[in-house]
């Protein structure tokens, strides 16, 4: 078979999973450790019900026509938990599609408006483009395989739009989350993976919008200076993926003993009189 390169614009997802190559997800649990990358490397994880939801929101803002992927789970009297026998004929009769609740399904279209109403939004999920684009390609610096799948790729002006949810869109909340899950790493691997593909520097841009009502959102242009920032912490953990195969030794985040450290927030003054002490010594 044929090594695979290029974009993919009818890749579905399953097809793109089973494509063997490093993404921004997969990379980004070295950040915990090597054990934990290599165990959900071996583990594959099938999708949760918020992925489910995460995915089915996107399909309803940025390819609205796929409305028929999904499904609502609770329209009728019996549909009350997902388990049992009426749960099993209703997953067996929708096979393929996407199940979400009712409250779910609020949620969604209560995102969907949200979105609409931002008009920096609407700039993106309008505008001329493709929706759900496998990207696969060989880094030449590593001689890696990698794979991305970008949320939405414009037609015109080499833009990558990836849409997120979020608790606050705020620009200092959004970029707290950015950090922690490793969004400036993704980005600059979608970077790496156009250029590659097209020889052309992609603009980078990330849409938030919260989950919660009232569904506030916000644009923001993802800056070469955080694209720097992803491509060195990237080059830190493929070296660190690089010693892990050679010895095949894959270490937990601690292996050494070490001090204690509390978060910078707490300080004796916050403390409780009333907590409970039994067991400490000194």
């Known amino acids: 078979m044929a090594e695979l390169n290029g974009f993919y614009y009818d890749m579905d997802f399953d097809a793109y999973k089973a494509v063997d190559a490093l993404n921004g997800s997969s990379l980004v649990h070295l950040r915990r450790s090597p054990m934990y990358f290599k165990w959900m490397r071996d583990h594959p994880q099938p999708s949760t019900p918020a ?7 996107h ?14 789970w609770g329209k009728q009297d019996d549909q009350k938990v997902r388990r049992g026998k009426v749960w099993d004929q209703f997953q067996t009769d929708n096979a393929g599609k996407m199940i979400v609740t009712k409250s779910e399904r609020d949620a969604m279209v209560g995102m969907a ?5 931002n008009p920096a939004i609407r700039k993106y999920t309008e505008a001329r483009g493709t929706s759900e684009v496998s990207m696969i390609w060989t880094d030449k610096t590593s001689g890696r395989r990698f794979k991305g799948r970008a ?11 990836d849409l997120k949810t979020c608790r606050s869109c705020q620009r200092y909340k959004f970029g707290a989350q950015a950090y922690q899950l490793g969004y400036h790493i993704k980005m600059a691997i979608y970077w790496m ?3 590659a593909i097209t020889g052309n520097d992609p603009h980078m841009i990330l ?4 989950s919660t009502a009232p569904y506030e959102s916000a644009v923001y242009r993802v800056t070469k200076d955080i694209i720097l920032q992803g491509w060195e912490e990237m080059d830190e953990l493929l070296k660190t993926l690089t010693e892990c195969e050679k010895d095949d030794r894959w270490p937990s985040a601690e292996e050494v003993e070490t001090d204690l450290i509390l978060p910078t927030w707490a300080t004796t003054e916050q403390s409780d009189d009333n907590l409970a002490i039994e067991g400490l010594e000194f």
Request: aromatic fraction near 10%; hydrophobic fraction near 45%.
């Open 193 to 195: 993976g156009y250029k």
């Open 151 to 161: 949320d939405k790729i414009m037609d015109s002006g080499d833009v990558i739009f």
């Open 59 to 72: 399909r309803m803002i940025l390819e609205p026509y796929r409305s028929d992927d999904f499904v609502v």
């Open 51 to 57: 992925m489910v939801l995460g995915t089915a929101t």
């Open 207 to 210: 849409g938030a919008i919260e």
């Open 113 to 117: 408006v949200g979105a609409h109403r």
